[in-house]
């Protein structure tokens, strides 16, 4: 997978080394931020300064809006392919905008498979042996195989920023290199987002290097679905980033956006309309979620409160006793 611009600002360790040494937010590594960003193809013809970098990137989320204008997908079916043993899976799965969906099985059982299918559109070419269809045809060249033709930007468990920019300083830039027309705006509105799903409150004048895990997976969610044009999102396992998931979720369904969540949880898998369980490599059942589930998560979610309420107590001193009463 092409990674994305935060992708590419958090690996660019040549960026973190030359970044030693100077002040923060310095217009050299303003230059290295954009250099990092933009694609091979595009860097020789930009030059060195930071304005012909800038205005390179433009130019390239330019082309890729205009890609962007033929990112919206109706319909993705994955047509079925076969089990770890071989067996031939048997189903029908279509989703369709504002769907979300929940991926589930034991570990090892294949998710990250199904993810990965979707995420390179497969057309029988992975170890699964299963096709995805947009639109109903066949996916060309460029939407598999190119960056600004790529329908899925995926949330991994794993991310770690290494330059020392301040929030505000990144989402600007980051905003500007996807092409904002107002990128002070959109970086507001990425970060307001981001603070208000987080557990622990942050501001624009926070260093990057110094986000807790569940803070720097706030900015990465509230970034692909405000500033990406991606019409499909895999997040895996959010219930481990520490993020309010209800509101997550809820940024990528009110953009109409095809969510799809791998997780081991059932409060998540309960936030999904139906949840696909898979088995050995293969898809077992797609189950509907019922109203009585639904009852469930309300339970659940209650619980989870209560043991969030007790953990912030204990984290702050509080005597449990005292928090248990309260409750
Ligand atoms: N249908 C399949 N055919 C062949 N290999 C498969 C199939 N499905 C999964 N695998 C392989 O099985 C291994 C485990 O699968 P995967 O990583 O997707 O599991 P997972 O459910 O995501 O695990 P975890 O919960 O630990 O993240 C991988 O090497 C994957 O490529």
Redesign the pocket.
């Known amino acids: 997978m092409m990674p994305d611009e935060i992708e590419i600002l958090d690996k660019t360790a040549e960026a973190f080394l030359a970044a030693r040494g100077f002040p923060p937010v310095s217009e050299h590594r303003k230059l290295e931020a954009y250099w990092a960003a933009l694609p091979w193809e595009f860097r020789d013809t930009c030059g060195w300064t930071l304005e012909t970098l800038r205005q390179g990137l433009r130019d390239y989320r330019a082309a890729e809006r205009e890609g962007a204008a033929s990112l919206s997908v109706e319909r993705l079916d994955v047509l079925p ?4 043993s071989g067996e031939p899976e048997s189903f029908s799965l279509t989703f369709r905008p504002g769907d979300v969906t929940a991926i589930v ?1 034991p ?7 199904l993810l990965g299918d979707i995420e390179c559109l497969a057309q029988g070419d992975t ?2 042996g299963r096709v995805v269809l947009v639109d109903g045809g066949k996916p060309d060249r460029k939407t598999r195989f190119t960056a600004e033709g790529r329908l899925v930007a995926q949330i991994t468990q794993n991310m770690n920023f290494v330059m020392d920019l301040e929030v505000e300083t990144f989402l600007r830039l980051h905003a500007e290199s996807r092409g904002s027309q107002t990128p002070d705006t959109a970086a507001a509105d990425v970060l307001e987002a981001a603070v208000s799903m987080a557990g622990e409150a942050f501001t624009g004048k926070t260093p990057l290097t110094q986000l807790s895990g569940g803070q720097s997976r706030a900015l990465m969610i509230a970034g692909a679905a405000l500033l990406s044009p991606k019409p499909i999102v895999l997040l895996d396992e959010i219930e481990n980033a520490g993020v309010d998931r209800a509101r997550a979720l809820a940024l990528f369904t009110d953009r109409g956006k095809i969510v799809l969540l ?1 997780t081991h949880d059932p409060l998540t898998a309960l936030s999904g309309s139906r949840r696909i369980v ?1 088995r050995n ?2 898809i077992a059942a797609i189950l509907e979620t019922t109203d009585e589930e639904r009852g469930y998560a309300e339970v659940l979610l209650r619980r989870e409160q209560r043991h969030n309420a007790l953990r912030n107590a204990m984290r702050s001193g509080t005597p449990l006793a005292q928090a248990w009463q309260e409750l």
């Open positions: 392919g076969r089990s770890k099985g570990t090892g059982s294949g998710k990250s498979r170890p699964s791998s898979i490599g293969g």
